[in-house]
């Protein structure tokens, strides 16, 4: 690769890895065709982790990192005097096709900074996923940045190439938007979120292809000072409002060239870890956000144990459940449970009384689980009561030596 | 004591023969043993020579010794026939009790096995070699942990039909020439290349999409054990990256903010807002430009008449005639319009006509292309489009003509016969502006009785004559 095009691919990697997403999952199984590139398996795969964690799914770039918007919290605002590029269609074309062509990815994932209007924006961004699709028969995944701001045409125009669009709702409330990000507005978001929405449900009605993998979305924590409470409020109404398939929490993380309206300061990562498990127990474990919050303090969640065993512990007179009789709903409510676990449960206990020994080969959390659960040969009241509970449960902080 | 031979690796169909044999013939797990691989040779005879009946198993027992026979372990096939002997004995639902040590057992080899090749789908690397014709060709080395190769390799062919490829692992190879998959025996790494141009590039944005402040080893190892990393060009870096990074983020969180070096781009923001197409040929450039939303479709036909026009007319879509020719309304239900307008005495020149689709739908049946109407989602697709148009042809009033035009105006599935008469319906700035709806020609065309057919027309113009009149009283 030239040394032109690897400086571009720094600089415009480098400005679109604060987007969190990088799934691959949700568009339709799909081979190529005879001669072809690219497939689509369902679930995703991820070709490689960072040291920071995090999957590497997709070619994750920026076309361009000029931008004429000015938020406060990303580092490509046009006030930053960060580095500066700009890939051409053709050129992000051709890396992907050359990456993916050596197992390196399973597609794109292309955001870009404004440049001269939205419109002229978004209608790049359609212009590299459709010349993937037309000129190398490319059926691997695509997600697309949709621009808010841009003309609602564009949008319809955009499902028709890409696996997944999204927008980032960016801040969890209108105030903190218009405050840190002026161009933005809260209103013009969730129009183009529910205008995506109408047509990913017409098209599946209809069995035609628009975002087959659906719509998700962003939202930065700790940039302003909304609470834990309001945070999740907000994404519970995008779930039901939307149907989005995901929302990614991120974590404010120092930035180069940061804005002297946010200082900086270590990316609370624990927050949005318990976030993510909060957002999970709603969706899955048939919780209710106000259940959740009520688990911490002052609206805040509890960081040092996850949200499930803080409500667990704030409701101690729900336990201990009989493993052998608890209905599915409150199987879920023990902590070290899981879903799996809990169908593994439910469909072993049919055959068998289920003891320790049984329990332990169904679900990985059976130390977390112990406390609050009842099998014939295992009754912990005594352990219910203990005041000291939280902090035996608390886990103790473990460092993996990497190089040892 | 019954010894049965098997093949090296994943040798599913001899183990499915002989299990066949071992049921049949009633001999208990304990009494059989199964070798593997080499050290087979030392021990004689097949469990059975004769094809043994079929054994029925449920779904899921077959989905899991597919797996399981992949695993490294050499003590796979004496498990897997404990479970089918035991499924086979009584126990059916056997695979639904987890907590069964067997089950247990041997789901987790299963979920092993899984792992692995997912993890080869995702973690292997092909590099670029020497063509052989004229097809690209791509190799790769890979060191799997199970006997995985061929349950992993019709993703590689799925994905990777239009080059040529080969993967060698040091028990088996897979090559892919366009048409076949052949398994060959294994290989060395020294069968791939040793370099490939794209790796520097795919080091650079790894490299690049790591965020020193969120440093996470722990997650990276669950996901990407070291057992892997020889093979993935990407790995070396990882000790620099994680000695840089607390300097790096030291280094930001200490930086001052600093005031930009350039100036506010004043007119380029002024011009960022600037992007509505203000005028119907602006609107009509775009519409051209753009792909169609609709299948079939070869090219866009725009809206025909004066802006300012009295009435707007909105069809379907263009039909075949219309898409021949570029222009809406040339066709039958075209000219029929302009007849019926003739009757209700409005000049064709006060009329704007266009279409709620703007591309023609249609599917091809030998030489012919027949019509295919337009559903919901793709009336909406278009209808930013159409609503725009109006505005900026800014009618007094807009007809609809059909079900699809009604739908385009109002957003929203309209019954012709209910609503037939002047209808409101909302702009995109959200105001209020008012419609009429009426049948659109084509239903009259397609009426088989002439009596019904005189009747319809005379209705139809009676409605375009009150849309006119309507459209004149909004005048003053």
């Known amino acids: 690769m030239d040394e032109k095009l690897a400086r571009k691919l720094r600089v415009l990697a480098d400005a679109a890895k604060y987007d969190a997403s990088c799934a691959s999952s949700g568009a339709p199984k799909r081979k190529a065709e005879k001669g072809g590139l690219g497939s689509t398996t369902g679930a995703g795969i991820c070709h490689a982790y960072t040291p920071d964690g995090r999957c590497v799914s997709l070619l994750k770039i920026l076309l361009t990192n000029y931008c004429l918007y000015d938020c406060a919290y990303c580092v490509n605002r046009r006030s930053s005097n960060v580095e500066r590029a700009r890939f051409t269609v053709d050129e992000v074309v051709s890396l992907t096709v050359n990456f993916y062509k050596r197992n390196y990815i399973e597609g794109l994932f292309l955001s870009s900074g404004i440049v001269r209007t939205p419109d002229h924006t978004m209608e790049l961004l359609i212009e590299v996923a459709k010349k993937l699709r037309r000129e190398h028969g490319f059926r691997g995944y695509i997600h697309l940045k949709t621009i808010p701001e841009a003309s609602p045409w564009l949008v319809e125009q955009a499902g028709i190439w890409a696996d997944r669009l999204s927008i980032n709702v960016e801040l969890p409330t209108p105030g903190s938007l218009k405050m840190l990000a002026p161009e933005k507005n809260a209103a013009t978001i969730r129009g183009a979120m529910g205008q995506m929405r109408e047509r990913i449900d017409e ?15 962003q939202m930065i924590v700790g940039a302003d000072d909304t609470r834990d409470a309001d945070v999740l409020k907000t994404s519970a109404s995008l779930y039901d409002g ?3 398939k995901r929302v990614y929490y991120s974590a404010f993380s120092p930035i180069p060239e940061a804005s002297a309206v946010l200082p900086l300061k270590a990316p609370p990562l624990r927050r949005e870890n318990r976030l993510y498990q909060a957002d999970w127990l709603f969706r899955y474990y048939g919780f209710a956000v106000e259940e959740i919050v009520a688990g911490g303090e002052g609206g805040m969640l509890d960081l040092s144990i996850d949200p499930k065993l803080a409500w667990a512990l704030k409701h101690r007179e729900r336990f201990p459940v009989d493993v052998n009789r608890a209905d599915r709903e409150m199987l879920l409510r023990v902590p070290g449970l899981g879903t799996r676990a809990v169908d593994k449960i439910i469909r072993a206990r049919r055959h068998a009384t289920l003891r320790l020994d049984d329990l332990a080969r169904l679900t990985p959390g059976l130390k977390r689980a112990r406390p609050f659960l009842v099998v014939p040969d295992h009754r912990p009241t ?13 886990p103790q902080p473990t460092q993996m030596e990497l190089f040892a | 004591m ?7 690796g994943a040798d599913l169909d001899g183990f499915r023969h002989s299990v066949r044999g071992l049921v049949a013939e009633g001999v208990p797990p304990d009494e059989a043993v199964f070798e593997a691989g080499e050290e087979a040779g030392l021990f004689g005879a097949p469990a059975s020579e004769e094809e043994a009946p079929t054994l029925s198993l449920p779904r899921a027992v077959a989905d899991l010794v597919r797996l399981v026979v992949c695993h490294a372990d050499p003590e796979r096939y004496a498990l897997i026939y404990r479970l089918v002997w035991r499924v086979t004995h009584g126990e059916r639902r056997l695979l639904e009790v987890g907590s069964d040590p067997l089950v247990h057992r041997l789901e987790r080899m299963a979920k092993g096995v899984r792992r692995d090749i997912h993890k080869m789908h995702a973690f292997l690397r092909f590099r670029e070699a020497e063509r052989v014709g004229e097809r690209e060709r791509f190799v790769a080395w890979f060191e799997p942990e199970h006997h995985i190769l061929e349950a992993a390799a019709p993703f590689f062919r799925d994905r990777f039909s239009g080059f040529d490829w080969s993967i060698h692992t040091p028990e088996a190879s897979a090559h892919w020439n366009g048409e076949r998959l052949i398994v060959g025996p294994g ?7 040793d370099v490939d141009g794209f790796e520097e590039g795919w080091a650079t944005y790894y490299a690049s999409t790591f965020n020193p402040a969120r440093a996470n080893t722990r997650a990276m190892l669950n996901e990407m054990p070291k057992k892997y990393w020889r093979n993935m060009p990407e790995t070396s870096l990882i000790p620099s990256m994680l000695a840089a990074a607390p300097q790096r983020v030291a280094a930001m969180v200490a930086a001052q903010p600093a005031e930009p070096r350039k100036r506010p781009p004043t007119r ?21 430009a753009s792909e169609p939303l609709v299948p079939g479709a070869t090219r866009a036909v725009l809206g025909e008449g004066r802006i300012g026009s009295e009435l707007a007319f909105v069809g379907e879509q263009p039909g075949d005639q219309e898409d021949i020719e570029g222009r809406p309304f040339v066709g039958p239900a075209g000219k029929l319009l302009t007849r019926a307008l003739d009757d209700a005495g409005i000049p064709r020149a006060e009329a704007y006509v266009t279409n709620a689709v703007k591309h023609f739908k249609f599917e091809q049946r030998g030489k012919r292309r027949i019509h295919k109407k337009p559903t919901a989602g793709e009336v909406k697709h278009y209808r930013w489009w159409l609503m725009k148009e109006l505005d900026l042809v800014h009618p007094r009033l807009t007809i609809a ?24 319906y909302v702009g995109l700035d959200g105001k209020e502006r008012q419609g009429f709806v009426t049948v659109h020609p084509s239903f009259l065309l397609r009426l088989p009785d002439e009596a019904a057919k005189r009747r319809e027309y005379d209705a139809f113009v009676a409605d ?13």
């Open chain 1, 203 to 217: 098209a599946k009605e209809e069995k035609r292809r628009f975002s087959p993998a659906g719509q998700s979305t």
């Open chain 1, 242 to 244: 939307f149907r989005l």
């Open chain 1, 382 to 394: 005594r352990l219910l009561d203990r005041a000291d509970l939280k902090a035996r449960l608390v």
């Open chain 2, 2 to 8: 019954r010894r049965v031979r098997l093949s090296p």
């Open chain 2, 187 to 193: 290989g060395r790494p020294e069968d791939a290349p």
């Open chain 2, 268 to 288: 380029a923001l002024r011009a960022m807002t600037d992007q509505e197409p203000k005028t119907l040929e602006d609107l009509n450039r775009i519409i051209l």
């Open chain 2, 401 to 424: 003509l059909g079900a699809t035009a009604a739908l385009a105006l109002a957003g929203k599935t309209v019954s012709v016969t209910k609503v037939r008469g002047p209808m409101g």
């Open chain 2, 464 to 476: 375009l004559h009150a849309a006119h009149e309507l459209a004149r009283d909004l005048a003053a």
